[in-house]
């Protein structure tokens, strides 16, 4: 959970709804790649933080905490939450498709005329 944090920092999320999004996410991952909730495969646990803060980033926009523009006073700020949201997205897909793709590789080999140990 403190990664989750570090990334985005909600006042109006709770620690247990961090730790309930952390939980679906590492389903949803584990159910696209097959590994283990439980996996300590780094790229599977860093897809895991973005994919948490994407949704954190979300719940936060739709609470209102994060809103496309504050104005305070004579201030105005603007949040651009649905690019943010869309980078950790991407992010979290990237891990996954590296786990994917490294996980999961065919062998290699050479049979046939003149090959290694070829009979001819």
Do not use: W
Request: with cysteine; hydrophobic share 35%.
């Amino acid at each position: 959970m403190p990664e989750v944090k570090t990334i985005v920092s909600p006042e109006s999320v709770s620690d247990d709804d961090i730790l309930a999004i952390i939980t679906h996410t590492s389903a949803v991952i584990s159910l696209e790649t097959g590994a283990s909730t439980e996996s300590t495969e780094p790229a599977l646990n860093i897809a895991c933080i973005h994919l948490s803060a994407a949704t954190v980033l979300e719940r936060m926009k739709y609470t209102g905490e994060l809103a496309k523009q504050v104005k305070l006073g004579s201030e105005q700020q603007s949040n651009d939450v649905d690019t943010d949201i869309q980078i950790h997205r991407k992010k979290a897909a990237s891990y996954i498709n590296r786990y994917k793709h490294r996980a999961f590789s065919i062998p290699y080999g050479r049979s046939g005329v003149k090959t290694v140990n070829s009979e001819e």
